[in-house]
């Protein structure tokens, strides 16, 4: 072997008690290739990777040559030999865009999130680990669509995006707007990207470009990754898609097939692990793009003709506003009203309620709720339905929180509702103005109806939808 086993210093990385006793008997270890056999007769063929410092002692960590993990019990394991030696690198080098005077220009900004993830061997986690420069090494289809110009802003999980990236984030959309770019990516993580989709979508108004957040729910090392057709979809769109509003691209159906752009005021989250997970919410997706050319010879076939057209000569509006002493609280049975009085007494400035049914609360939280508007609190209803609208007036209960001053947000979706009102609050006390721009739709938060089919088969009219009802509907 290219490294003699006695002399490689980590063999054993992380390895303890059983675990590390199976690879001294059968003198294999860390980067080396085995062919190993348990108990039961199963074979695997792989690369032993280094062991979590938090995980257990009892297993041998594999990754197959088909790229996915597996553990093998030590105490299991009847025969393994060392076919090679191979220490992976899993550092991607940087490398500068090639520039083509033919291709359009798109800027890149980098935040994190699993679409710039790459696994630490070391703890088992996912961390963001990629460079946006990486991302080219990564994915070098990318140079074939546009000219891509990378920042790496924060490099941080989603989670713990907040305010001061989000006015960051626009100041920087807008700054590259001014540079004359043809479109904006932002590489994010997937748990919060449809919170920051819809601050973006008032932070950043009539913008002459594309703004387009892009991420993965699986990490790049993963043979079922969906980062690369999302980052290429992604730039593709800020390249050559003609609708200028702030989109989320992702996985339409599971299968690598194409991607569907969600407006980022009405898009969702609604799955911890497909990669399909993002749907549009009370409306249809914009459009959906693939990397083929379909039969118009495009590759985007829009869902509709709504929307913000791309206009070079437009100028934007970057008015990054953002009042923290907001809150969101689902409302729940037994939901106490100490709760609304202790937001209140800590100097919470407004209350997003996801509602049950069309906008409802139980009628003990009435004098708190009371209090707090007296008191200065901006209180709007959303529901937590998701699909419908808030429709307060059509039983007592609803009508009771209309005459005590809640306001109702039709079917704006809970957290596109708290993002708002962070905004307005972060521009203005005065109560009347408050309300009128809450309640004013900047860029289809609120629609006056929603798809008549968008509920039934959740998206509505998508060619591989069409297809499975066809097929299976009897």
């Not at 990754?225 to 691209?249: F, G, K, Y």
């Not at 249809?284 to 509709?304: C, D, I, W």
């Not at 709504?306 to 000569?313: A, E, S």
Request: aromatic share 8%; charged share 20%.
């Amino acid at each position: 072997m290219s490294v003699p086993f006695e002399e490689r210093s980590d063999r054993l990385q992380g390895y303890r008690g059983a675990a590390r006793d199976a690879l001294n008997r059968f003198e294999i270890g860390v980067w080396s290739e085995v062919e190993l056999v348990n108990d039961a007769g199963s074979a695997f063929a792989g690369v032993i990777l280094p062991r979590s410092e938090t995980a257990d002692d009892l297993h041998i960590v594999i990754k197959l040559f088909t790229g996915y993990n597996v553990g093998v019990a030590a105490h299991r394991i009847a025969s393994a030999k060392e076919i090679g030696y191979r220490r992976a690198v899993y550092r991607i080098p940087e490398k500068d865009f090639p520039y083509d005077s033919q291709k359009k220009n798109v800027t890149l900004l980098g935040t994190g999130g699993t679409i710039a993830s790459r696994l630490d061997y070391r703890t088992g986690a996912v961390i963001p680990a990629f460079t946006p420069g990486e991302l080219y090494g990564a994915v070098p289809e990318l140079a074939d669509i546009a000219n891509l110009t990378t920042f790496k802003l924060f490099g941080v999980f989603s989670e713990n995006m907040g305010p001061v990236q989000y006015i960051a984030l626009a100041k920087a959309i807008g700054e590259e707007i001014e540079k004359g770019v043809d479109g904006i990516v932002i590489g994010h993580g997937t748990d919060t990207m449809s919170h920051t989709g819809a601050i973006l979508s008032f932070m950043v108004q009539q913008s002459p470009v594309p703004i387009v957040l892009v991420g993965s729910q699986r990490s790049s090392d993963r043979p079922s990754s969906d980062a690369a057709l999302n980052l290429m979809n992604a730039v593709r769109t800020a390249a050559e898609c003609d609708i200028a509003e702030v989109m989320l691209c992702m996985f339409g159906p599971t299968s690598d097939r194409n991607d569907l752009l969600h407006r980022g005021t009405r898009c969702r989250k609604m799955h911890s692990s497909y990669r399909s997970t993002f749907r549009t919410v009370g409306a249809t997706p914009l459009a959906m793009v693939s990397r083929t050319l379909n039969e118009k010879g495009s590759h985007f076939t829009y869902f509709t003709d709504d929307y913000i057209k791309r206009d070079p000569k437009r100028k934007p509006i970057i008015n990054p506003a953002f009042e923290e002493k907001v809150t969101i609280q689902y409302y729940y049975p037994n939901f106490n009203p100490d709760i609304i009085d202790a937001l209140s007494g800590i100097g919470y400035r407004g209350l997003v309620i996801a509602g049950t049914g069309l906008g409802h609360v139980n009628k003990p939280l009435y004098p708190a709720l009371e209090r707090a508007i007296q008191k200065g609190m901006t209180v709007a209803m959303s529901v937590q339905t998701l699909w419908g609208y808030a429709q307060m007036y059509v039983y007592d209960t609803g009508r009771d929180l209309l005459e005590l001053g809640v306001i109702p947000l039709d079917n704006m979706l809970p957290e596109t509702a708290f993002m708002k009102l962070s905004w307005v609050l972060g521009q203005t006390d005065d109560p009347v103005k408050i309300r009128e721009m809450l309640t004013t739709p900047i860029n289809h938060e609120i629609t006056p109806r929603e798809p008549h089919n968008g509920y039934l088969i959740l998206q509505g009219g998508l060619p591989e939808v069409d297809e499975f009802v066809q097929k299976h509907w009897k």
